[in-house]
């Protein structure tokens, strides 16, 4: 969103075409219509949600489900564009989701927060109400593992699989400790290291943002060095020991069995 704000803040949609009638969820009838001659009033972002509010006072929610992607200025539209935004200022700016696990909806703004996708999510992790008061809050007496409570985004809002495996692996938490047994004072340094992955992740995509030139001007995911994530069999940065993999829930838990011992 911040790659996308000095593209689309304050431009007026010209032309908004949809190659197709669906993403994950079927997209808002009408959208094109819908969006054209509206103004982009403000740009931002609610847990893993793109908010665009433009002044008819609808506001375009945008999820990149797995491999979404927003292409800005592409030389050519391809097949996996599936929507195509271009706005006064002469920019081109193309939804591309091979996968088609990302969504685009759009909600009347001031009823957006009680919107379904949006009405059940807990606090921004960059935000306030986030903390060691919050993380006891979520955690106390659950037999839930900790991987399970911190992807939970009722209770915490927007963190994925990665920053959740390299919050924990920073707190030395094992991802499969019960929530309720996990010690104050690691408690105190997941508060510390949720933000701080975060803010290291935003630094890395926002360097790769600086070079828009970046041959397809490209805006979504951006691959980082991570401590443990997609790292199994390689040794851990901090110990001699090897970086594990396991499955809960069906995503990949990847941590040191040094650092984050079994409870
Ligand atoms: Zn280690």
Redesign the pocket.
């Known amino acids: 969103m911040r790659g996308l704000t000095p593209v689309w803040e304050g431009q007026v949609f010209t032309r908004v075409v949809a190659h197709r009638p669906d993403l994950r969820r079927p997209l808002p009838e009408a959208l094109g219509q819908r969006l054209t001659g509206a103004t982009v009033v403000r740009l931002g972002r609610r847990a893993k949600y793109g908010l665009i509010e433009t002044d008819r006072g609808d506001t375009l929610v945008l999820h990149l489900g797995m491999s979404g992607r927003m292409r800005v200025d592409p030389d050519v539209i391809g097949k996996h564009d599936h929507v195509v935004f271009e706005t006064g200022n002469g920019r081109v700016v193309a939804f591309n989701d091979a996968r088609r696990f990302g969504s685009l909806d759009l909600v009347e703004t001031h009823v957006a927060d009680q919107h379904p996708l949006l009405a059940s999510i807990g606090p921004e992790p960059l935000g306030p109400d986030f903390g060691l008061a919050l993380l006891q809050r979520s955690f106390a007496d659950r037999l839930a593992p900790a991987k399970a409570l911190l992807l939970d985004q009722r209770l915490i809002a927007g963190l994925g699989n990665i920053y959740v495996c390299e919050a924990l692996f920073r707190a030395g938490i094992h991802p499969e400790t019960p929530g309720g047994t996990v010690p104050a004072a690691q408690l105190q340094r997941l508060a510390t290291a949720i933000p701080a992955v975060l803010h290291e992740a935003i630094a890395a995509g926002g360097s790769t943002l600086r070079d828009h030139a970046a041959p397809d001007g490209t805006l979504g995911y951006f691959q980082k060095d991570f401590a443990v994530y997609g790292r199994e069999g390689a040794a851990?940065a901090?110990?001699a020991?090897l970086v594990a993999r396991i499955v809960q829930s069906g995503r990949s838990s990847f941590f040191?069995p040094?650092?984050q011992p079994r409870p």
């Open positions: 851990c901090q110990c020991a040191c040094a650092c």
